[in-house]
């Protein structure tokens, strides 16, 4: 990299003491970004070159560790520093996207939330720091590490204590690994007045990293309020480090926070609880309500909005972050873990669970309404957004790329028609300048056209955030017509549901409907739908199809006997056997035919990508040590700066190990990332062997793909990578973790100086093949 040489900043600042940046850089670089895939400028192109320089159109920006310039929405700030000699410092930013530090992607702080505190070794000399900025300000300045290894005190993920519960606790405490090695034997041993002395094994910190810990801890005393926890952070049994935490006990019937494991990332998230307000011998189950925050709340102040009831506990998921996913990719599995979660531990009625939220909950109440129409027997968006197309500036594209095609689960429109048996409450306000009305107002004329039990409110006068009702909770989400509706919706059983009217983008995001499932599509990604309709006594299914290729019924809707009629897409399928465990599996190459159930090999429900689903099912991320001193410098930065994203946008904390010390035993079942090549990384060719698409003799390419894990029924295999040095690098900034954005099950690339050029890109059949 040919960086320029230009102003220092002064490495005689005491030891303690933070080291301000005085002077930066500012400017812009053309490009093509928004909500998309592909997304690329003149800087991240050359920096994947290894060419860039100082434009000579940049202008210089005095400041004392703050700046601010219109420059910086949506462009870049330069920095050097100068270091006496080689050591860790804190990197401290604010406001910007990510930075490349000496060349490597380091994760930004986006949101300004002020706890992102990277360590980074300093060179001796120069040091090169470049800054992605996009709302026009930025804060940057080193501290020196408070030790080798510690803890944090920002960023906590903890539960409260309920009086009279004795069940193990989950906690989360980021730590810091400020050195160039990687250190295990980690422990984090949970103490205190009122606590069990608890010790947790943890897992190793890679170099120069930083990583959200899981821990255990347990409640010895009923005793209400606030107590004092000590963790200490213990390498080799011995202390290094030590935070002491507040942590509340509360009653059973206060609101409160819970903390669960995610099957995402075996990370500690959690979610906030208003419980139910009913007799102690009431012992009917309660109906749940979910409830989605809107941008930048916090989970427990979105419960904190509502008064509690009689009737229903009420739980308000995190989205893994105040802004999060939008309630979509990660964000929409959260609020399903956490729904899953609430409905055993609370033991509610699983016919009574409802869906609301407010503002970008609003949208999130669209998307998972639609998408699991089965869930919830009313939903009630609040303030809400349609989608990244109406609201987000997102354009519908005229012709669907594999790569909309993969996002095609944020169209909620294509869904609406999911919405049909299920209560609707819009509510909105008239006078809401965030969210314009028109976004109710459209819902409500495309559901008027076939639903008949939608209601819409809009509050005249009224913004985005109001409350103007004497009664506890904030009526622009506790409105009590909502809540109405709510107590007389039920989910049907399934044995009553005789007529099923079902879309789904993908099986993979949605496949069933009480007894239907879509176990695969005919072309992936593009809309499904299966009309049926069950006649119990004549003991048959006749319907229509589109885009199906397997199909499952679970014949709970019709009156046991010897045989079953099917009529699909005008073909009819009679005496059919019944099934010896209730379920009828159909698959359609020519004409339908009844088939036993497709083998866990196929792409299925559970397993079918796209590519971004290959984060989660407790990914671990292995970075290749088998190619030049560069590839591996890559291949690890690039593991480190994906593990670092997701950390920051997701409250995530993914596994991170070399491709020498990866055990697949060790990792069962788990979906494995794979960054490089077949010469760079050791684990690519025992993994993906040859039925990977071929790239390497594409120069330059970029490669990004799955596979199906071989020795796994439902693991996958990602490879983030390319044919060279140039081709890896330039997948650094594909913003794969970002909300709408959409990657086919395969793309191969190549970054130019007009953006990127798609070499291939699509999805496979259902065998797992090229097609």
Not at 192 to 209: C, D, I, K, M, N
Not at 666 to 692: F, H, L, P
């Amino acid at each position: 990299m040919r960086w320029v040489t230009g102003f220092v900043v002064a490495a005689t600042v005491a030891f303690g003491q933070p080291i301000e940046i005085k002077e930066v850089w500012v400017g812009t670089s053309q490009g093509r970004g928004g909500r998309q895939a592909l997304t690329f400028d003149q800087v991240q192109t050359q920096m994947a070159r290894g060419v860039w320089t100082l434009p000579s159109d940049w202008k210089q920006v005095q400041g004392d560790g703050t700046f601010t310039d219109n420059a910086l929405r949506n462009g870049y700030a330069y920095a050097v520093v100068t270091s006496d000699r080689a050591r860790a410092v804190i990197l401290e930013a604010q406001h910007h996207n990510m930075v490349y530090v000496n060349g490597e992607p380091r994760m930004g702080d986006p949101y300004g939330w002020g706890f992102v505190k990277l360590p980074i070794k300093l060179r001796v000399g120069q040091n090169h720091l470049l800054f992605a900025c996009a709302r026009g300000r930025l804060q940057a300045r080193f501290t020196e590490p408070l030790g080798d290894v510690y803890l944090l005190g920002d960023d906590l993920t903890f539960p409260d204590i309920v009086s009279g519960e004795r069940h193990a606790l989950s906690g989360a405490i980021v730590a810091i690994n400020a050195t160039d090695r990687a250190v295990k034997g980690i422990e984090l041993i949970a103490s205190g007045r009122g606590f069990r002395r608890t010790v947790s094994r943890a897992t190793e910190l890679q170099p120069l990293s930083i990583r959200k810990l899981q821990f255990n801890f347990a409640s010895s005393s009923n005793e209400l309020g606030e107590r004092i926890l000590k963790i200490e952070l213990a390498v080799n049994r011995k202390i290094v480090s030590t935070q002491e935490v507040k942590v509340r006990c509360v009653n059973r019937t206060d609101n409160h926070r819970r903390t669960f494991i995610s099957d995402i990332d075996e990370s500690v998230q959690y979610y906030a609880a208003n419980p139910i307000q009913n007799d102690p011998g009431d012992y009917r189950p309660p109906a749940l309500v979910l409830s989605l925050h809107g941008a930048g709340v916090e989970a427990l102040g979105q419960a904190n909005a509502y008064s509690s009831k009689s009737w229903a506990t009420l739980i308000a998921p995190t989205n893994r972050r105040p802004y999060g996913f939008d309630w979509e990719d990660w964000g929409r599995l959260d609020a399903i873990e956490a729904l899953e979660h609430a409905e055993r531990l609370y033991r509610t009625d699983p016919k009574r669970v409802y869906l609301t939220g407010h503002s970008m909950g609003g949208h999130g109440t669209w998307h998972l309404g639609v998408t699991f129409p089965d869930r919830f027997a009313a939903i009630a968006p609040c303030a809400g957004w349609i989608s990244f197309f109406s609201y987000g500036g997102a354009r519908r594209p005229d012709e669907l790329t594999p790569f909309d095609r993969a996002a095609s689960a944020s169209d909620t429109m294509a869904l609406l028609h999911n919405l049909r048996p299920r209560g609707v409450y819009i509510l909105h306000g008239g006078a809401d300048s965030t969210v314009p009305p028109r976004e109710a107002r459209q819902m409500f004329e495309a559901l008027k056209a076939f639903h008949t039990d939608v209601a819409y409110h809009e509050e005249e006068g009224q913004g985005h955030w109001y409350d103007t009702d004497p009664e506890p909770g904030a009526n622009c989400v506790d409105w009590a017509p909502i809540f109405e509706l709510f107590a007389r919706r039920t989910i049907p059983d399934d044995r009553s549901v005789l007529e099923i009217d079902f879309r789904t983008a993908a099986p993979s995001v949605s496949s069933r409907m009480h007894w239907l499932t879509i176990e695969s599509q005919v072309k992936p990604f593009e809309t499904t739908r299966v009309a049926i309709k069950a006649s119990p006594h004549l003991r048959s299914i006749e319907g229509t199809t589109e885009n199906a290729h397997v199909v499952s019924f679970a014949l709970d809707a019709l009156i046991r006997g010897p045989s079953v009629t099917i009529s699909l897409d005008g073909q009819k399928l009679e005496n059919v056997s019944w099934p010896s465990d209730n379920r009828l599996y159909l698959e359609k190459t020519d004409q339908w035919r009844v088939v036993s159930r497709p083998p866990p090999e196929k792409k299925n429900p559970s397993r079918s990508g796209p590519f971004k689903d290959a984060f989660r099912n407790r990914a671990v991320l292995v970075y290749g040590t088998m190619g030049t001193l560069e590839e591996n410098a890559w291949s690890f930065a690039k593991a480190r700066y994906d593990a670092e994203q997701f950390y920051v946008r997701g409250n995530g904390s993914f596994d991170l190990v070399a491709d020498r010390d990866f055990r697949p035993t060790e990792y069962k079942d788990r979906n494995v990332i794979i960054y490089g090549n077949r010469t760079t990384n050791s684990v690519y060719t025992a993994m993906v062997g040859g039925k990977a698409p071929s790239y390497e003799d594409l120069p330059n390419a970029s490669a990004l793909f799955i596979r199906p894990r071989a020795d796994s029924n439902t693991a996958l295999i990602a490879v983030i990578g390319g044919a060279s040095l140039q081709g890896m690098k330039a997948t650094d900034r594909l913003p794969y973790f970002v909300s709408g954005t959409g990657y086919p099950d395969y793309a191969i690339l190549r970054l130019g100086d007009e953006g990127w050029e798609t070499l291939k890109a699509g999805f496979y059949n259902n065998d797992w093949k090229l097609d």
